[in-house]
């Protein structure tokens, strides 16, 4: 078994110290830097823009897993890419036409992704999954930062997982959501491959050990 890829979010950080919050999430041992991007109308709540991935482009040398929890994804699609984005993805409840979307993030030379709310089922995205590097199964309803884990969601992640196999697809499995010590195992079994924590993570005294622990090592 694959050992899981632990993506802090940037969403739980001092935002006065957004390059010292990636020095932690590298030192720690995290393999991913997650940037939730958040317009105030698709979730309640207002975070960054492509600015804030451009300047914390030379401060780390980790992928960029941004989030886009907006209207109208098409629109900053191309702004992240420029901005030194590694991963893109945006929300199947946002968009009419995701698989051009999908398509578009691929022939930008970026990985491709989808996700869903905890209110939408995998058979939504059914059509999409060729066209994806990575699904994100929201496990609480998107827009801020320490709620708790819907354990219902998992299902999703078991479902994605069985199609996957079954299809032969390639993408990555990512849970977002409520993802602490006790809830890792549950998402790793379920057939998680990225695991998103953002207050968990930047509430630990020792991090380092925490992303270990999340690993379940």
């Not at 401060?59 to 984005?85: C, Q, W, Y």
């Not at 695991?195 to 005294?205: D, M, N, P, R, Y």
């Amino acid at each position: 078994m694959k050992e899981s890829i632990i993506a802090p979010s940037i969403l739980a950080s001092d935002f006065s110290n957004f390059a010292g919050a990636a020095a932690e999430i590298e030192k720690a041992g995290a393999d991913w830097v997650h940037i939730d991007v958040m317009d105030g109308q698709f979730v309640p709540n207002l975070t960054f823009g492509p600015k804030l991935a451009a300047d914390l482009r030379p401060k780390t040398l980790l992928p960029f897993d941004v989030h886009l929890m907006v209207k109208n994804p098409e629109n900053l699609i191309e702004p992240f890419a420029r901005s030194g984005a590694d991963y893109i993805t945006f929300h199947s409840e946002a968009a009419v036409h995701s698989q051009r979307l999908l398509v578009l993030i691929r022939e930008l030379g970026k990985k491709a992704g989808i996700s869903i709310v905890p209110s939408t089922p995998v058979c939504a995205i059914g059509e999409l999954l060729p066209f994806a590097d990575l699904v994100l199964v929201m496990t609480v309803n998107p827009g801020f930062g320490g709620q708790e884990l819907i354990p219902q969601c998992l299902q999703k992640v078991q479902t994605l997982a069985e199609l996957r196999e079954k299809k032969g697809f390639s993408y990555l499995i990512s849970v977002d959501g409520g993802i602490q010590e006790k809830t890792a195992p549950l998402a790793r079994s379920a057939g998680a491959d990225v695991l998103v924590a953002g207050t968990a993570f930047f509430a630990a005294a020792d991090k380092e050990a925490l992303v270990k622990r999340l690993r379940g090592r």
